[in-house]
T-cell receptor
């Protein structure tokens, strides 16, 4: 295991649902990230938090709302998603040189 | 430009052969170039990395070759094994805490 855990591992939701993805890291890192991985596309950087402050929002639609209550936890709140949002959502943490990824949440939007 | 171009999309190699994956970039502000390996159902895991002031780095069967003037770098896997079958991503770091990825190469090694 990498020291980065994500829950749930799989999520199926309708377009009108509200759900949240959770990420936790036990590595003492100060930076945490959300990436989106879709088929035939590069991993897309969505959000960056450094010392709990958001330092990057890579033009992500407002239906994705991140939250970082402390350096060990990161959430991604989802509401009114579209079918094209179906993807693997990966959380990562870093010490600045090494990025450690969680196993991801496989999200399906119906 | 915050982009890393990776090729090929897929690669089939026989056991014992050499696998070569190439990446190119434009942004000279990138300061760290890692390669990640991803198996199905898992997140990407760091394989090997290089800084732009070094032309080559070797760790076991894995070697990164870096050409700063051409803005290209490549991953060589020597003596490829079936267990190396995975998707490989090159990546590049900028602004200390931003890491962007290439499109990935699916490697299949046949016995």
């Amino acid at each position: 295991e990498t020291g980065v855990t994500q829950t749930p591992r799989h999520l199926v939701m309708g377009m009108t649902n509200k759900k949240s993805l959770k990420c936790e890291q036990h590595l003492g890192h100060n930076a945490m990230y959300w990436y989106k991985q879709s088929a035939k596309k590069p991993l897309e950087l969505m959000f960056v938090y450094n010392f709990k402050e958001q330092t990057e929002n890579n033009s992500v639609p407002s239906r994705f709302s991140p939250e970082c209550p402390n350096s060990s936890h990161l959430f991604l709140h989802l509401h009114t998603l579209q079918p094209e949002d179906s993807a693997l959502y990966l959380c990562a943490s870093s010490s600045g040189v090494r990025w450690f990824f969680g196993p991801g949440t496989r999200l399906t939007v119906l | 430009q915050q982009q890393v171009k990776q090729s090929p999309q897929s690669l089939i190699v026989q056991k014992g052969g050499i696998s070569i994956i190439n990446c190119a970039y434009e942004n000279t502000a990138f300061d760290y170039f890692p390669w990640y390996q991803q198996f199905p159902g898992k997140g990407p895991a760091l394989l090997i990395a290089i800084r732009p002031d070094v032309s080559e780095k070797k760790e076991g069967r894995f070697t990164i070759s870096f050409n700063k003037s051409a803005k290209q770098f490549s991953l060589h896997i020597m003596d490829s094994q079936p267990g190396d079958s995975a998707t490989y991503f090159c990546a590049a770091r900028y602004n200390t805490d931003k890491l962007i990825f290439g499109t990935g190469t699916r490697l299949q090694v046949f016995p």
